[in-house]
Structures are given as structure tokens and as C-alpha cells.
């Protein structure tokens, strides 16, 4: 029996027997082995402090919801800053620290670029994406951060490049379609000139951005959600192929508050439509208390669009100003069609791929 197979059988009396195995294949040939399941310590190491940039932003966002003093108590608010800087120091010095003594792992720079996007440092953030890129151009999630920081920076040539770059590397990942259409639907302009088309086609192009990520991820409301609400800002107002969106949010809600959330857009859209029965009939759908603020101006809008014409003066109609809460948080409804009521909110933000 030769020393490989002795080696072998002691392997498989190990505790750690894939370690084992790795360990003594390397030793005995020189030809490292990467048996699956099995974490080098710097992986771990990373892994590790990866779990402990979680907590921590978790931990500061419980602060900040439950105990954050009033801006009047000017000593409170300032410990508790301090407070808060001295909780993300702790992780960004652990980083700093993981960094030197591995400066040459592509991921760390990832995650910790991505940490400081989450506590606002963009610029911080851009160098150590930056730093990852050149360790790892054939990682795709360091062309998305990247692409993320043109966007919010407002070099948008850029963002185009390195989104089309993120999905070439990757294109079964629909963060990378989603976060390319959101771009190119809100900077249009900037969208218009750099593909040399015009703005029906920019919107085209948005749009089957969204359905290539849908078709990757068909079950995903939110993904859903932002591409029914860009039809919003499309005039003329494509009124079947937004009902057609909504009506598949409608298809993949899980509870009735996304329900209700999903028949108040379709109401809006089929108050514009003219199509007031329909939309009478998804505004009594709506029994949530959330959504009765907002049920209520609608039906007052949907009132004034059936009033019949008379010959006799009438006074304008009104159309309402509200915030429309989304099905399933924050998303984004851009500017409304004409002759409907308006439903402002923010763009989505842009989603993030930390290293798994």
C-alpha cells in the first residue's frame, strides 16, 4: 500500500474529512483540489466579516427607527451620531484590516465597497469597486456597482457600458436588466443620444429590458411592479400594455394587500381609460384602511370624469395630487398620463449584488 493510499484512508477517518482530502491530494501531487463545500480561511475570514457588516447595518437601522432623539436635543443627537459612527467605524476598520492582509482578494474590495454605498460614501466605495475590477474584470457584480455609481454620479455613458458589460459576463442575473432599465428610463435624454434613437425607442428599449428580466425572474413583484408603473411616464398612454402588466402583478400577489395595492393601479389606469365601471369595480375591492385615503380620491375623481357634458358651464374638473402606495414599498410611478389623477413617488432604487 503506498503512501497515497495510506494517506486516502487516514483522510477518511478525518473529522473534517473534504479538508482532508484536499489537504493531502495537494501535498502528495501538487495539484490543488477544490472540493465543494469546502471554505479556505480567507473565505471565511471574509465570509465572517461580511455577516458581521450585516449586523452592524442592521443594528444602526434599528437605532435609527427606534431610538433616534429629536433634532431639538441638540447634545442626544450628537452622542448618538457618534454613536453610529463609531459602530460602522468598527466595520470599516475591520475591512481596512482583512484588506491589508489579503490585498489581493477581488470579493474583499467588492464587499467593502458595497459597505460604504450602504452608508453613503459613494466616492469611498467607487475606488475599492475600482480596486476589485482590476483584481477581477470577469466578475460581473463589480460592472453592476460600478454601473450603479455612473448612474447616481451622472455618467451615464459609463452606466450604459458597464451594465451591457455586467449582462454579457452574465446574462442570467435579472438585477443587471433591472437596474439597465431603470437608467435608461430616467435618463432619456441621455438614453436618446447615446444609442442615437428616439424617445419611443429609449422606452422600448427600457421596457424589454424589464421583460428580459421578468422572464428571469417571473415571479419577482417587485421587478413586476416597476415595469407596470413605467408606463406612466409613456404618452401617448399605451393603455393595453399597461393593463396587461398590472393585470400580471395582479396574477403574482401573495397576500390581499398586494392585491389591493395592484387593483388601486389598475383603477387609476381604467379611470384615464374611460373605462369607469371597471374601475368602480376595483375600487370596491378595496377594503385595506391603508389604501382608503387614497380609494377615496379616486372614486372623487372617477365622479368628476362621468360627469355628462352640458351645455351649460361646469367647473373643472378636479384632478387629485396623492402618493399611490405601491403593492410592495417604494417604487417607481414617473410622471402620470394626461387627463388622470396624479400619483407621484420616487424611482426605485438601484439593486445591489454583494459577493455570495
Not at 452574465?170 to 443620444?193: G, H, I, M, S
Request: with cysteine; glycine share 6%; aromatic share 8%.
Amino acid at each position: 500500500m503506498n503512501n497515497l493510499t495510506l494517506g486516502l484512508l487516514g483522510a477518511l477517518l478525518a473529522t473534517n474529512q473534504p479538508q482532508a482530502l484536499s489537504n493531502l491530494v495537494q501535498e502528495q501531487t501538487g495539484v490543488a483540489v477544490v472540493v465543494p463545500g469546502v471554505e479556505d480561511p480567507e473565505t471565511q475570514e471574509l465570509r465572517d466579516l461580511m455577516e458581521k457588516d450585516d449586523a452592524a447595518l442592521d443594528e444602526v437601522n434599528s437605532w435609527m427607527s427606534s431610538n433616534r432623539p429629536a433634532a431639538t436635543d441638540t447634545n442626544a443627537s450628537a452622542a448618538f451620531s457618534h454613536k453610529v459612527k463609531d459602530r460602522l467605524d468598527e466595520v470599516k476598520s475591520s475591512y481596512e484590516h482583512f484588506l491589508r492582509n489579503h490585498p489581493n482578494n477581488a470579493r474583499g474590495y467588492l464587499a467593502y465597497g458595497s459597505f460604504l454605498t450602504d452608508i453613503g460614501d459613494e466616492e469611498g466605495a467607487k475606488v475599492q469597486y475600482d480596486n476589485s475590477k482590476q483584481l477581477d474584470p470577469k466578475n460581473p457584480a463589480v460592472w453592476n456597482q460600478l454601473a450603479n455609481y455612473y448612474g447616481e454620479a451622472g455618467s451615464l455613458t459609463n452606466a450604459f457600458a458597464d451594465y451591457t458589460e455586467a449582462i454579457r459576463l452574465d446574462p442570467t442575473e435579472p438585477v443587471y436588466y433591472q437596474n439597465f432599465a431603470t437608467t435608461v428610463y430616467l435618463y432619456r435624454k441621455d438614453a436618446r443620444e447615446f444609442y442615437g434613437i428616439t424617445e419611443q425607442q429609449v422606452f422600448d428599449k427600457a421596457l424589454d429590458l424589464y421583460q428580459q428580466a421578468m422572464k428571469l425572474a417571473p415571479g419577482d413583484l417587485v421587478l413586476a411592479t416597476d415595469y407596470a408603473e413605467s408606463y406612466y411616464g409613456i404618452r401617448p398612454l399605451r393603455t393595453n400594455d399597461a393593463l396587461v402588466a398590472w393585470t400580471n402583478c395582479l396574477k403574482i400577489c401573495k397576500d390581499d394587500n398586494e392585491r389591493e395595492g395592484v387593483l388601486v393601479h389598475l383603477a387609476r389606469i381604467k379611470i384615464s381609460a374611460g373605462r369607469f365601471d371597471e374601475a368602480q369595480a376595483h375600487l370596491d375591492a378595496v377594503t385595506n384602511p391603508v389604501f382608503g385615503e387614497l380609494k377615496n380620491r379616486l372614486e372623487r375623481s372617477l365622479a368628476d370624469h362621468k360627469q355628462p357634458v352640458t351645455n351649460s358651464p361646469a367647473p373643472p374638473a378636479r384632478v387629485e395630487t396623492v402618493t399611490a402606495p405601491s403593492p410592495v414599498g417604494p417604487t417607481n410611478p414617473p410622471p402620470p398620463p394626461p387627463d388622470a389623477v396624479k400619483l407621484e413617488a420616487g424611482p426605485p432604487p438601484q439593486r445591489e449584488q454583494k459577493p455570495q
